[in-house]
Nanobody
Framework: QVQLVESGGGLVQAGGSLRLSCAASGRIFSDYAMGWFRQAPGKEREFVAVISRSGSDTYYAGSVKGRFAISRDNAKNTVYLHMVTLKPADTAVYYC???????????????WGQGTQVTVSS
């Protein structure tokens, strides 16, 4: 099983940008599609973006499409989430997760990181 560790969260003003990283160890990283999810206080964890094993395909939630970009570097065993034009509504704990195939459903992911906090001030 792969282990995942997120980093890169922080406090940013509305309109700013951040890049999250998720470093993987353990199993072969390129065996997994990788997703990003987020969870705001009092809300359910929601899908943000997913990238295929090779990195050739991506899919985004409507609320972030055009503002967020997911990418991966299989040589570095790392997946990234580049976020621009951040809004206060983007405030949440962001999690990366691994799945056997691309999916927007959290129940399809069997391995999760510990999360990194992103706070966007107005």
């Amino acid at each position: 099983q792969v282990q995942l560790v997120e980093s890169g969260g922080g406090l940013v003003q509305a309109g700013g940008s951040l890049r999250l990283s998720c470093a993987a160890s353990g199993r072969i990283f390129s065996d997994y599609a990788m997703g990003w999810f987020r969870q705001a206080p009092g809300k359910e964890r929601e899908f943000v973006a997913v990238i295929s094993r090779s990195g050739s395909d991506t899919y985004y939630a409507g609320s972030v499409k055009g503002r967020f970009a997911i990418s991966r570097d299989n040589a570095k065993n790392t997946v990234y989430l580049h976020m621009v034009t951040l809004k206060p509504a983007d405030t949440a704990v962001y999690y990366c997760a691994a799945a056997s195939a691309m999916s927007a459903r959290r129940h399809d992911y069997n391995t999760w990181g510990q999360g990194t906090q992103v706070t966007v001030s107005s």
